[in-house]
């Protein structure tokens, strides 16, 4: 993502009373003179024929109805937060996340900005909503908003994997902790914003070692192997902080936390503890593979949060829907 060199962000808005998306976007625009685009959605019902017919009226002109009805409800809930700026709305009609996939692809956008749909109950898992198929497939970052959320964080948590050498792809996923550190930076804006790197670790094999490692010498041992990994990881962070500081300059005070445990786990906590404004992660991907590109690990995080949530894709990510 470069919104710092005349870049673009996409809205998704609605007719809703909250226009979080659009006064986040018009707060970073602010900062980084980027331009802003905004869509709304229509998705045609299933059973449009069976409308048409009993309406008399061809199915072209009830959709052509729906999305005009759409752009003048979206029109006049926009000019009660753009202080007055004009912001025209393109309708994009078919199923939401294809669409908007489709319209970041064809005006090359940075960012998607949307307010995230509410997650109840059990259907948070058994169902793909618009939120999680854009986290899975949109190219380009997603900031999936809350009504109640700070439209210019302050405190950004930066979620980052260090288990490089355990890697299936080392450089996407060195490449990716830079991406997601870098964006978190970008959105820190606030003269007294900070940034959180956290990397959860766990020592998988200290049970191992304890197994064969015979009589006293055990717990020696383990301690050795639980260090070393500390020690591994701790290195890996400070190169990655110098790395990105090298490449954002100044910008804003980086907080490096080793926190032990699950991703899950340590990621839960340690949003709710500090408390942060927004989580930025990857989603973890193999480059260049159709399919699920976002991992268990990373949607199951990305459900329990309570705060809103930016997703970064890893370098020669393709999206399933745009092909090679």
């Keep these: 993502m470069n ?3 005349s870049g673009k962000i996409l809205v998704v808005a609605d ?65 009660e937060v753009a202080h007055g700026s004009k912001f025209d709305v393109t309708i994009l009609v078919g199923k939401a996340y294809q ?11 940075d960012l998607v900005i949307k307010k995230a749909d509410p997650l109840v109950g059990i259907s948070r898992v058994l169902f793909a909503s618009t939120d ?27 979620a980052v994997d260090l288990d490089i050498l355990d890697a299936a792809e080392p450089e996407t996923l060195t490449s990716l902790n830079r991406r997601v550190l870098e964006t978190a930076c970008m959105f ?8 959180i790197v956290l990397h ?15 009589g006293s010498a055990a717990r020696i041992s383990a301690d050795r192997y639980v260090n070393e990994i500390l020690a591994t990881r701790t290195k890996a962070m400070d190169q990655l902080l110098a790395d990105v500081r090298s490449e954002v300059g100044p910008g ?52 329990s949060l309570a705060c809103p949530v930016i997703a970064v894709k890893p370098d020669g990510f393709v999206s399933p829907l ?3």
């Excluded at 009373?17 to 959605?41: D, F, G, Y």
Aim: aromatic share 2%; charged share 25%; hydrophobic share 40%.
């Design 3 to 5: 919104i710092e060199k």
């Design 15 to 79: 007719a809703s009373e909250s226009q979080i998306a659009l006064e986040s976007a018009m707060a970073l625009s602010e900062v980084h003179c980027a331009s802003i685009e905004i869509v709304a959605c229509v998705e045609p019902p299933h059973d449009l024929s069976i409308l048409a017919r009993l309406s008399g009226s061809d199915p072209s002109s009830l959709i052509e109805g729906a999305a005009e009805r759409t752009r003048t409800a979206v029109r006049e809930r926009l000019e």
């Design 99 to 109: 669409e908007i996939i489709r319209h970041v692809a064809r005006s090359d956008c």
């Design 132 to 158: 999680q198929h854009l986290l899975r497939k949109c190219p380009c970052p997603v900031w999936l908003q809350t009504e109640t959320a700070s439209r210019r964080p302050k405190r950004i948590l930066a």
């Design 188 to 195: 820190a804006t606030e003269p007294d914003s900070e940034v």
């Design 200 to 214: 959860a670790w766990e020592a998988i094999g200290e049970g191992l070692v304890w197994a064969f490692s015979g």
């Design 252 to 303: 804003p005070r980086l907080v490096p936390i080793l926190d032990r445990g699950s991703p899950e786990a340590v990621i839960h906590e340690q949003s709710r503890a500090i408390p942060v404004d927004v989580v930025v992660m990857g989603t973890v991907a193999r480059t260049g593979l159709s399919g699920v590109f976002i991992g268990n690990t990373a949607e199951n995080i990305i459900n």
């Design 322 to 324: 745009l092909g090679n």
